[in-house]
C-alpha cells in the first residue's frame, strides 16, 4: 500500500507541476533602499543579461563550470538522488553547507523557481528538471545555465560576466579566466578579489580547485595548468546612481541581508524588495562633513603619499543597535572598496581595553597573584620579556620608550605595548579572544590568533567591528548585534528580519569600570580630542602594523562610533604606510581619525541633551600613582628624531618617532631627572607589535 501510495504520488506529482514560461521568469524590478525617515536612499536593479549561444562559449570555459559544479555533467541524470541525500547527511551532522543539486537543477532554480529554502521548491525543483531533461539536450540546459547563473557585481550569465570582470566577451574568454568566473558561482560577489580584498585567499583556493578538477577530468594538461596565473579581474563599473555615499550603504545592506538569510544575491538582483535602512540622513551628512572637513580638505593632489588616503567608519545606537551612519569611501563610483566594512587593515590598540575587559570580567590575577585593576602596576620599560609566553615575547613600546613601573590606568593613557602584552597572557590570549567575540568581534576575522600579540590589536577587524564592540561598552556590557536593516518588503510582502535580541556579554561592573578609565584616557592621554565635543566620553586611539591605518574608537552614552584612516595604494591595491601624508610626518590615532570622530559626534548629537555616564565601576579599581622608576626612562639611543621605518627583530617595520621634540627631562640632557614617566609619545597609540609576526610567534 506504501509503495502504490508513493508511486501516486509521484506520478500526481509530475502531471500537476508544470514547467513555467520561461519568459516571466526572466523580468526584474527595482529595488529601492530608504533612509531611516523613509525618505529615499537608492534605487538599483539594472538586469545585466545578454544571451549567448553554446559555440559562443570557449569549450574549457564551459569544462571549468562543469568542474565547479557538476563533472558528471553529461552522463548523470537530471536528478543526482545520491549526492541529495549525501549533501543532507553532511549539513545534518554538522558538516560544510553543500548543494546536491545537478547542473540541470540549478538552471531550474535559476529560471523558473526562487531561491527559498524549503521542500516545496525543491520538490518542484526536481520535477521540473526530470520533465525538463526528457525535452532538452545536455547541452541546451548548459547553455541555459551559464546563461541564468549570476556571477556577481549585477552580471547574469556568461557574457555579462565577461564584460563585467574582464571586459571582453564571452568567446574570448581564457581557461584561468574562465575558472575564476566558475569560481564565483559558488558565491557570487563574496569572492570578487577587488571589491573584497579580504576573500582572495579563498577566492584563489577555489579557483585552485576549478583548475585542479580540469586536470582530473583530463579537460586540462597538467603541465599548462601548472603555468597559469591568476587572472586578475578588471575594476567594476558601478552605476551612477550609485555614487557618493549610496553605493557603499546599498552594498552593506545587501551583504547584511545575505549573510543573514533574508535575501539571496540572485533574489535581490532579480529586485521587488523595499528596504528601509537605519541609516540616519542627518548623521549620514554629519559624517559625510567631517570627514570632508577633517582629511579630504587637505588633501594635496601634488604630495605623493596622499594618493594612498582612505577613510572608513561606523556609528552605532549602543541602546539600539542600529547603525546609524557609515563612511565608506570618498565616492563608490570612484573607489568601491568600503573602508567600513573592509577586513584587511588591524585595529591596533583600540583593541587594548579589550584585553582590561576580559581581566576585570574573569577576576584575573597578575604574575604576582594579585588582582588585575587600573591600579595594577607593571613594568612598562620597552622590549621587557613577558613572563609566561608560551613562545619569547618582548614588545616594543611606542618610539621605544621605556617608562618603568606604571598603572594599568596610565599604561592605557599611554598606549604602552609591554604593558598589555602581559596583560594578555595574565588573562589568557583564548580568554581575551573569547572576550572579545562576546562584546561583538566576529570569531571569523582574518588573523585573529590567540597569541601574546593578541593585545596590541593584530587581528583584522573593520571600523564596523570596532564600532560593534564598543558599542557594547557603552550600553554597559550588553551586546546587541548591528543592524542596518529596519523594515523589507519584498513584491509588497513584509520580509522577517533576524532577532536581536540583547545579551549581557559581560558585566556591567567590568564594563563600566573600562568605561571609567577610558574617560581619563580622553582627559589625560592620546584620546585628548574626544574631550572637546562639550559631553562625557570615553575613547582609545590606534595605529595599525607599520603605521598603515590610525585609528579612532570612542563613545558617549549615547553613540558609539570607529574612524580610521588608511593607507592603500589606488593602482597596486597594496596597503602602504601613512607617513607624510595630509601634510603630516605621521598619522596617529589621534590625529585626523580623533579629529573626524569629534567633529562627527558633536554635529549628530547636536540638540540632544548631554548625558552623563550612569557607571557601576568594581571597588578599589581606583588607579594609584605610579613609583618612580629605579632609572630615568629612556630611548633607545643613536636614532635621529625622524626617520622612515625602522626594521623590528623579525623583519617588521616599526613605527618612526612623529616629532623631533625630545621627551621630558631626557636622560642625555644633564639635571635632575623625572620621577615620572615622559609625557606622551608623539603618537601615543602604542602602534606597533614589536616586530613578532600576529600569532605572537617568532
Avoid: C
Amino acid at each position: 500500500m506504501g509503495l502504490l501510495l508513493g508511486t501516486g504520488g509521484v506520478i500526481g506529482a509530475y502531471l500537476l507541476v508544470h514547467v513555467p514560461d520561461i519568459k516571466a521568469a526572466a523580468t526584474a524590478q527595482s529595488n529601492v533602499f530608504l533612509y531611516s525617515d523613509g525618505s529615499v536612499l537608492a534605487r538599483t536593479g539594472e538586469f545585466n543579461r545578454q544571451n549567448v549561444s553554446i559555440s559562443q562559449i570557449p569549450k574549457q570555459v564551459q569544462e571549468a563550470v562543469l568542474a565547479a559544479e557538476d563533472r558528471d555533467f553529461f552522463t548523470e541524470p537530471a536528478v543526482d538522488p545520491q549526492a541529495m541525500v549525501r549533501a543532507a547527511w553532511n549539513m545534518a551532522t554538522g558538516g560544510a553547507k553543500q548543494s546536491g543539486s545537478t547542473i540541470t537543477q540549478q538552471y531550474v532554480k535559476n529560471t523558473y523557481l526562487g531561491q527559498e529554502q524549503t521542500l516545496t521548491r525543491k520538490a518542484k525543483e526536481v520535477v521540473i528538471a526530470v520533465k525538463l531533461a526528457r525535452t532538452e539536450s545536455k547541452q541546451d540546459i548548459l547553455q541555459g545555465y551559464l546563461n541564468t547563473s549570476y556571477f556577481g557585481r549585477n552580471a547574469y550569465g556568461i557574457q555579462a560576466a565577461a564584460q563585467a570582470y574582464y571586459g571582453k566577451n564571452a568567446s574570448q574568454l581564457t581557461a584561468p579566466e574562465g575558472a575564476y568566473l566558475a569560481t564565483l558561482l559558488n558565491s557570487p560577489s563574496a569572492l570578487d578579489v577587488i571589491t573584497n580584498p579580504s576573500a582572495r585567499p579563498q577566492a584563489l583556493a577555489r579557483w585552485n580547485y576549478v583548475l585542479d578538477g580540469m586536470v582530473k577530468q583530463h579537460w586540462l594538461d597538467e603541465h599548462e595548468r601548472a603555468a597559469l596565473v591568476f587572472p586578475e579581474p578588471i575594476k567594476p563599473t558601478p552605476s551612477s546612481g550609485l555614487s557618493g555615499q549610496r553605493g557603499y550603504l546599498v552594498e552593506a545592506v545587501k551583504q547584511y541581508l545575505v549573510a543573514h538569510k533574508v535575501a539571496t544575491q540572485q533574489e535581490l538582483a532579480r529586485g521587488g524588495y523595499r528596504i528601509t535602512t537605519t541609516i540616519d540622513k542627518a548623521r549620514e551628512d554629519a559624517f559625510v562633513q567631517a570627514v570632508e572637513d577633517k582629511v579630504n580638505s587637505k588633501i594635496d593632489p601634488n604630495r605623493p603619499a596622499d594618493r594612498n588616503v582612505r577613510v572608513g567608519g561606523a556609528s552605532i545606537d549602543p541602546a539600539t543597535g542600529k547603525v546609524v551612519a557609515m563612511y565608506g569611501g570618498i565616492d563608490y563610483v570612484k573607489q568601491y572598496v568600503n573602508n567600513a566594512t573592509r577586513r584587511d587593515f588591524t585595529p591596533g590598540s583600540t583593541f587594548k581595553p579589550l584585553v582590561f575587559l576580559a581581566a576585570l570580567d574573569h577576576h584575573s590575577r597578575d604574575q604576582a597573584g594579585q588582582l588585575i585593576t587600573a591600579g595594577t602596576i607593571y613594568n612598562g620599560d620597552n622590549k621587557t620579556p613577558v613572563k609566561g609566553s608560551p613562545v619569547p615575547y618582548a614588545p616594543e613600546n611606542e618610539d621605544h620608550v621605556s617608562y618603568g613601573p606604571i598603572t594599568v590606568s596610565t599604561a592605557t593613557d599611554k598606549s604602552v605595548n609591554s604593558v598589555y602584552a602581559q596583560m594578555a597572557v595574565d588573562v589568557g590570549p583564548a580568554q581575551v579572544k573569547k572576550t572579545a567575540i562576546a562584546v561583538g568581534i566576529p570569531s571569523d576575522v582574518p588573523a585573529f590568533n590567540a597569541g601574546p600579540a593578541i593585545a596590541l590589536g593584530t587581528m583584522q577587524a573593520s571600523p564596523l567591528d570596532m564600532a560593534q564592540a564598543y558599542a557594547t561598552l557603552a550600553a554597559h556590557g550588553r551586546y546587541t548585534p548591528y543592524s542596518l536593516v529596519d523594515a523589507a518588503a519584498h513584491n509588497g510582502k513584509p520580509v522577517t528580519l533576524p532577532e536581536r535580541a540583547p545579551v549581557q556579554a559581560v558585566s556591567r561592573k567590568a564594563a563600566d569600570t573600562l568605561t571609567a578609565m577610558l574617560q581619563g584616557t580622553v582627559a589625560n592621554g592620546t584620546a585628548k580630542t574626544a574631550g572637546t565635543i562639550g559631553r562625557e566620553a570615553a575613547a582609545k586611539t590606534g595605529t595599525a602594523e607599520d603605521d598603515q591605518a590610525a585609528s579612532f574608537a570612542g563613545y558617549t552614552p549615547d553613540l558609539a562610533t570607529a574612524v580610521s584612516v588608511m593607507g592603500q595604494d589606488p593602482d597596486t591595491g597594496r596597503l602602504q604606510p601613512l607617513y607624510e601624508a595630509l601634510g603630516l610626518k605621521r598619522v596617529n590615532g589621534g590625529g585626523p581619525p580623533a579629529d573626524v570622530w569629534a567633529a562627527y559626534t558633536k554635529a549628530a548629537l547636536e540638540g540632544s541633551p548631554a548625558v552623563p555616564f550612569d557607571l557601576t565601576p568594581l571597588p578599589s579599581t581606583t588607579s594609584t600613582p605610579s613609583p618612580p622608576p629605579s632609572s630615568p626612562p629612556a630611548r633607545r639611543q643613536g636614532r635621529p628624531p625622524v626617520t622612515p621605518p625602522v626594521t623590528g627583530p623579525s623583519g617588521r617595520a616599526s613605527a618612526p618617532p612623529a616629532s623631533s621634540s625630545p621627551p621630558s627631562a631626557p636622560p642625555d640632557q644633564g639635571g635632575t631627572p623625572s620621577n615620572n614617566p615622559p609625557s606622551d609619545p608623539p603618537d601615543g597609540d602604542g602602534g606597533t607589535d614589536g616586530g613578532l609576526p600576529d600569532d605572537g610567534t617568532t
